[in-house]
């Protein structure tokens, strides 16, 4: 089994691949139809994860999200503040300087622009409206505080984190390739978790190690992570 990191271009077929596998985690009829409905909430979702070197597959029929995830560190947030601070001031100082032709461009490209963002706008929705039917608040709030929890005792709150898990055709080779895929792209022995989706993929992330993860007062959730 030769798992790959997936690429850009590798994005529209693995894309179509987790729409298909998303619709027949949840139901085994229609599943084309419900499929075509969810495709750009994937194919948005993957190219991101593809951009940042987190998305691995198998010949395009197998995909997972691998990610290293850190505590948040203050100086990335005060640097990207300061840039933002110091690009406002620099506009505005330009705009108070410039002649009627500069302006008169500024504005054309603006006017461009909103044209353009317009349409990525209308993408992102018939994008959004599927993905929202797709969210369970309750769960995801259980799941979140599970982790959270979780991750405290680790040393530098350091963990893995395994999401995206599809395969479609549905032929029973999950478990080999989430192995095969972490043990690619993850250290062995680091910390990893997940939040399973179903039963079947609670069971495969059960079978590589993990275990369901609680809250703080012991609420079970879908949650899970290596002991």
């Known amino acids: 089994m030769k798992i790959e990191r997936a690429r850009l271009r590798d994005t529209p077929a693995l894309a179509w691949t987790a729409a298909q596998a998303f619709a027949a985690d949840s139901s085994k009829s229609r599943i084309r139809r419900r499929a075509r409905g969810l495709y750009l909430m994937h194919l948005y979702s993957l190219a991101l994860l593809a951009c940042g070197g987190r998305l691995w597959h198998w010949e395009k029929k197998a995909l997972i999200a691998i990610e290293h995830k850190k505590p948040p560190i203050l100086w990335r947030r005060l640097a990207l503040a300061g840039v933002c601070a110091v690009a406002s001031i620099a506009l505005v100082a330009w705009i108070s300087t410039a002649d009627r032709a500069a302006l008169q461009a500024l504005l054309a490209v603006m006017t461009a622009g909103g044209g353009v963002g317009t349409v990525v706008l209308l993408l992102l929705l018939l994008a959004v409206i599927p993905a929202l039917r797709e969210m ?3 769960r995801s709030v259980r799941n ?3 982790i959270r929890h979780w991750r405290r005792v680790l040393p530098g709150r350091e963990a ?5 898990l599809a395969l479609y055709p549905q032929t029973g080779e999950g478990l080999a ?4 895929a972490i043990d690619r792209a993850v250290p062995a022995g680091a910390p990893l978790y997940a939040e399973a989706r179903s039963v ?4 495969i992330y059960a079978r590589r190690g993990l275990h ?3 809250t703080a007062d012991g609420t079970p959730t879908l949650a899970m992570g290596t002991r």
Not at 160 to 164: E, G, H, T
Request: charged content about 20%.
């Open 200 to 203: 079947s993929h609670k069971t």
């Open 177 to 180: 390739f989430a192995r095969a």
């Open 160 to 164: 893995y984190k395994v999401s995206y």
């Open 212 to 214: 369901q993860l609680a």
């Open 136 to 138: 369970h608040p309750r």
């Open 144 to 146: 979140t505080a599970a």
